[in-house]
C-alpha cells in the first residue's frame, strides 16, 4: 500500500499545488495609471480591512509597481490621507 493512497488532494495533478488565473498587473496594462499617494481613493484597493497591505499574490501587481505601491500607502499614512489600522 502506497502512503499517497488514503490520502486525497482534490486536485487533478496531484502535486500538491493549486494553479490560478494568473492575474495581470494593472499598471502594467494601462499606462496612464499613476501610483499617486495623494490618491487614497485608488491605494485603498491595496490594504485589507485590518490597515494591511496586501501581498503581490493577491493584489496581482508586479513587483516593481508592488514596491511603489507600498511606499504610496506608507506615505499616505504618514500625511494621514489613510490610516495606520482600522477601528472596529
Known amino acids: 500500500m502506497d502512503m499517497n493512497d488514503d ?6 495533478k496531484g502535486d500538491g499545488r493549486r494553479r490560478g488565473r494568473a492575474r495581470i498587473c494593472r499598471y ?15 491605494l485603498r484597493y491595496f490594504i485589507t480591512e485590518r ?9 496581482g501587481a508586479c ?9 504610496a500607502i506608507k506615505r499616505a499614512r504618514i500625511i494621514a490621507l489613510l490610516p495606520f489600522t482600522m477601528t472596529d
Open 63 to 71: 513587483s516593481l509597481h508592488q514596491r511603489e505601491l507600498a511606499i
Open 7 to 12: 490520502f486525497d488532494r482534490g486536485d487533478d
Open 28 to 42: 502594467c496594462s494601462d499606462k496612464d495609471l499613476k501610483i499617486d499617494y495623494k490618491d487614497p481613493q485608488a
Open 51 to 59: 490597515g494591511k497591505i496586501v501581498p503581490r499574490r493577491v493584489s
